[in-house]
């Protein structure tokens, strides 16, 4: 059994009973279940329809979001959530970079590393040495005036820890963001790289191992077994080509408002609504959302 999706983004809450009724009768589907009225409805079906993902790129110009997936055990136990341009709407090194007057250059190396175009960690090296004699307090700087939570993050984490399930933020960034960030959404714990400095200004260089794609995929897998889990039992976001492995090895992985080289290798896609629809694709209702 499988249980099919329809999402509207939240600011627009224009998904209606008859469309979704019209697709649930297509599809010969059971009876449908609305989370949250004009934002998330859901229905059964036996098997994956032969034309689901030419209805999905209907739908996807409409400004809605389809998925599907296996009914059973849809509710995870793990959180794994990237941070930057998926929990926060920045990167934060270019926000960095910026007050460096490096910001163009740092920004075209992170756009090629997050389409895959650059390896991690050869373009990690290189945006953090252009930051080298940056003072350490412009962290603080950026984080109060230039960093923005992505909608929905704190009901997300919020409402999974209400239910019992762990929640990790690991990032391809900075602990000196990560921290922050996790404290203000209510994370279980967090891994990022370390930024070096010497006397409070940066030195241009990142502490090893840097925490890349792999990393990623250990951070699953260890943070799983120690709660006699498996990856099966993980929902993991992400956006960007370093996130992709361990979008991959989740039990549900969700490409969010994704960079189309991981976008087409996710089966589950959000590119309308916000976090909240984490919650909704494991079948929550509003009426059960924390925070």
Same mark, same amino acid.
């Not at 279940?33 to 209805?55: D, K, S």
């Given at each position: 059994? #499988?249980?099919?999706?329809?999402?509207?983004?939240?600011?627009?809450?224009?998904?209606?009973?008859?469309?979704?009724?019209?697709?649930?009768?297509?599809?010969?589907?059971?009876?449908?279940?609305?989370?949250?009225?004009?934002?998330?409805?859901?229905?059964? &079906?036996?098997?994956?329809?032969?034309?689901?993902?030419?209805?999905?790129?209907?739908?996807?110009?409409?400004?809605?979001?389809?998925?599907? /997936? =296996?009914?059973?055990?849809?509710?995870?136990?793990?959180?794994?959530?990237?941070? @930057?341009?998926?929990?926060?709407?920045?990167?934060?090194?270019?926000?960095?970079? @910026? #007050? +460096?007057?490096? *910001? %163009?250059?740092?920004?075209?190396?992170?756009?090629? +590393?997050?389409?895959? %175009?650059? !390896?991690?960690?050869?373009?990690?090296?290189?945006?953090? *040495?252009?930051?080298?004699?940056?003072?350490?307090?412009?962290?603080?700087?950026?984080?109060?005036?230039?960093?923005?939570?992505?909608?929905?993050?704190? /009901?997300? &984490?919020?409402?999974?820890?209400?239910?019992?399930?762990?929640?990790?933020?690991?990032?391809?960034?900075?602990?000196?963001?990560?921290?922050?960030?996790?404290?203000?959404?209510?994370?279980?714990?967090?891994?990022?790289?370390?930024?070096?400095?010497?006397? !409070?200004?940066?030195? *241009?260089?990142?502490?090893?191992?840097?925490?890349?794609?792999?990393?990623?995929?250990?951070?699953?897998? %260890?943070?799983?077994?120690?709660?006699?889990?498996?990856?099966?039992?993980?929902?993991?976001?992400?956006?960007?080509?370093?996130?992709?492995?361990?979008?991959?090895?989740?039990?549900?992985? &969700?490409?969010?408002?994704?960079? =189309?080289?991981?976008?087409?290798?996710?089966?589950?896609?959000?590119?309308?609504?916000?976090?909240?629809?984490?919650?909704?694709?494991?079948?929550?209702?509003?009426? %059960? #959302?924390?925070?």
């Amino acid at each position: 059994m #499988f249980t099919v999706s329809v999402l509207a983004a939240p600011q627009r809450a224009n998904l209606s009973p008859a469309f979704v009724e019209e697709l649930r009768h297509d599809w010969n589907g059971g009876h449908v279940i609305w989370l949250n009225e004009g934002i998330a409805a859901e229905f059964p &079906v036996e098997t994956q329809p032969e034309n689901f993902w030419l209805i999905w790129e209907i739908l996807q110009g409409k400004g809605f979001d389809l998925a599907i /997936q =296996p009914t059973s055990g849809r509710r995870k136990s793990v959180l794994l959530a990237d941070m @930057d341009s998926t929990m926060i709407q920045q990167e934060c090194i270019d926000e960095l970079a @910026d #007050f +460096a007057g490096v *910001g %163009e250059r740092v920004a075209a190396i992170t756009a090629q +590393a997050m389409n895959g %175009e650059l !390896n991690f960690h050869e373009a990690l090296v290189a945006r953090v *040495g252009l930051l080298a004699g940056l003072s350490e307090s412009v962290v603080d700087e950026v984080l109060d005036s230039r960093i923005t939570m992505a909608p929905g993050g704190k /009901q997300l &984490v919020a409402t999974m820890r209400a239910q019992g399930a762990y929640t990790a933020l690991v990032s391809g960034g900075f602990t000196v963001f990560t921290g922050p960030v996790a404290t203000a959404l209510g994370f279980d714990e967090h891994r990022a790289n370390v930024l070096l400095a010497d006397e !409070n200004i940066l030195t *241009g260089a990142v502490a090893l191992p840097i925490l890349g794609r792999e990393a990623k995929i250990e951070a699953l897998e %260890e943070i799983t077994a120690a709660r006699n889990l498996t990856p099966a039992d993980a929902i993991a976001v992400g956006d960007g080509a370093n996130d992709l492995g361990m979008l991959q090895r989740a039990g549900t992985g &969700v490409a969010l408002h994704a960079k =189309p080289v991981v976008a087409e290798q996710v089966s589950l896609r959000i590119n309308h609504g916000d976090l909240t629809a984490l919650l909704y694709l494991q079948g929550y209702a509003a009426e %059960e #959302f924390v925070g």
